[in-house]
């Protein structure tokens, strides 16, 4: 995909610099490693960068989506962006891409590309994957002080999120939430119940939901719904 002129052509490297800091300091052979792994990540990240802001944009994601052979709204896009501990939604800042990509150890396309498969297990193990789900819902929070997200972008949200691991249930709850009038966005406790109804209910007959154990008044409502349409 051809570059946009905002974003930096890679810097020529400067050996000058880098060697005399590292024969004064004495570093070890792994320590030019660390540096050489660190240069690159860096190397990678000014090919997406926008050269005014310093930050790979919503453009420079899709570029490298484009370059990775996945579509922007891919979860695993998702997933990288939680790797990288990223805080706003459609960018990426340099320390955010450091962190990620050593984490990942991928200091070049190729390496990111071999990684992301990796990176899919590692966030579908129950040790992270309520971390990631919590992550999608605070990183799609796009404005400052919001902690609501409209319906409509919850339900794609959903189908991102969950839709391969409890299709039915998301489903359902879509169609419920289209539907219904009460609610006109989703918060963080909502999002979060609704995981653990997905984790803990009998599906579809309901059998083992009792609204006496304070899950959110909106699933009380949805199982009623639910009820309703299968009697």
């Known amino acids: 995909m051809p570059r946009s002129s905002s974003r930096k052509s890679a810097p020529p490297k400067s050996s000058s610099v880098h060697s005399s800091d590292v024969g004064r300091s004495g ?30 944009e919503p453009e420079g994601i899709e570029a490298l989506c484009s370059d990775l052979g996945v579509v922007h709204t891919d979860v695993r896009i998702l997933m990288l962006a939680w790797k990288m501990k990223a805080e706003k939604q459609g960018y990426f800042t340099q320390d955010e891409w450091q962190r990620g990509l ?20 590692e966030v579908w193990g129950p040790p992270n994957f309520l971390d990631f789900y919590a992550f999608a819902f ?19 949200l959903l189908v991102l999120v969950l839709g391969s691991q409890f299709r039915p249930q998301v489903d359902r709850f ?13 918060n ?17 007959d309901l059998q083992n939901y009792d609204p006496d154990q304070a899950w959110p008044l909106i699933l009380d409502n949805f199982v009623e719904w639910m009820s309703a349409k299968q009697s």
């Open 174 to 186: 879509i169609e419920y939430l289209k539907i219904q009038n009460d609610y006109k966005v989703i």
């Open 27 to 56: 570093k070890s052979s792994s320590s030019k490693a660390v540096m050489k792994e660190s240069e690159r990540i860096d190397h990678l990240f000014d090919s997406y960068a926008n050269s005014s802001s310093g930050m790979i």
């Open 102 to 121: 050593k984490a990942l150890k991928a200091d070049t396309l190729t390496k990111l590309k071999k990684a992301l498969p990796e990176l899919e297990k």
């Open 188 to 204: 963080m406790d909502q999002w979060k119940g609704f995981f653990r109804f997905c984790n803990e209910i009998s599906f579809p």
């Open 138 to 156: 605070q990183y799609s929070l796009t404005e400052e002080k919001q902690k609501t997200i409209d319906i409509e972008s919850i339900c794609l």
